[in-house]
């Protein structure tokens, strides 16, 4: 079973619009951490951001910001006023203290901003 | 500070032929990983180490593929004999993390592997 579920493949907006991309996980942990990762077209591979499972509060960071609520188990990312050096693809992830740290990304979403 | 170092950068090799990526973890982290990357298939993880032994390899793909990690601040994954169909990018990253303490992983830039 999927533990990190993106069912956004693809995303386009136009510059200076705001978008979310979501992420749905699944765990049975109580102690669990999330993670936003962004790759842009030159590949490397970015972190964002981190948050534990006990801290639910919402973060923001510039034009970023992330929603994390337990009851539905999602942690989703918003940026606001999207620009084109946004563009990249951008991955949720997940680490449970019970299976030895082990990382679990999803699938990704390629995000397109237009000019 | 260095980051993750990965090479080769770019390698481009005859099926048939031994690929070998190599790994430096950033001073003082104990846990690495390997990843693979593909259009296909994502991110996936092929292997981790933590404090130089192999924890959970079990994303392997066949037995031409092998990781070693003989001290802590060196990684290999090595693909033999190699196939088209192991084309891929190839990350390692590390983490400073022990037991209980799950922070980001850090990754290099990655070795993208072309396999004629």
């Known amino acids: 079973a999927q533990k990190v579920t993106q069912a956004q493949t693809e995303i386009s907006v136009v510059e200076k619009e705001d978008v979310t991309l979501d992420c749905v996980y699944e765990t049975r942990d109580t102690t669990y951490y999330l993670f936003w990762y962004k790759q842009p077209p030159s590949g490397e591979l970015v972190f964002l951001i981190r948050?534990?499972?006990?801290?639910?509060q919402n973060e923001i960071s510039g034009r970023y910001s992330w929603n994390f609520q337990k009851s539905t188990s999602s942690f989703n990312f918003t940026i606001t006023a999207s620009q084109v050096v946004d563009s990249a693809v951008y991955f949720c992830a997940l680490s449970e203290e019970n299976t030895g740290n082990q990382f679990y990304f999803g699938t990704g979403t390629s995000l397109t901003v237009i000019p | 500070d260095a980051g993750v170092i990965q090479s080769p950068r770019h390698e481009v090799t005859e099926m048939g032929q031994e690929v070998t990526l190599r790994c430096k973890p950033i001073?003082?982290?104990?846990?690495l990983f390997w990843y693979r990357q593909t259009m296909m298939r994502g991110l996936e993880l092929l292997i981790y180490?933590?404090?130089?032994?192999?924890?959970?390899d079990s994303g392997m793909p066949e037995d031409r593929f092998s990781a070693k990690m003989p001290n802590a601040s060196f990684s290999t994954l090595k693909i033999q004999p190699s196939e088209p169909r192991d084309s891929a990018v190839y990350f390692c990253?590390?983490?400073?993390?022990?037991?209980?303490?799950?922070?980001?992983?850090?990754f290099g830039e990655g070795s993208r592997l072309t396999v004629l």
């Open positions: 001073s003082g982290h104990n846990s």
């Open positions: 990253a590390s983490t400073p993390r022990g037991p209980s303490n799950t922070g980001e992983l850090f």
């Open positions: 180490f933590n404090n130089n032994v192999p924890i959970d």
């Open positions: 948050r534990n499972s006990f801290d639910e």
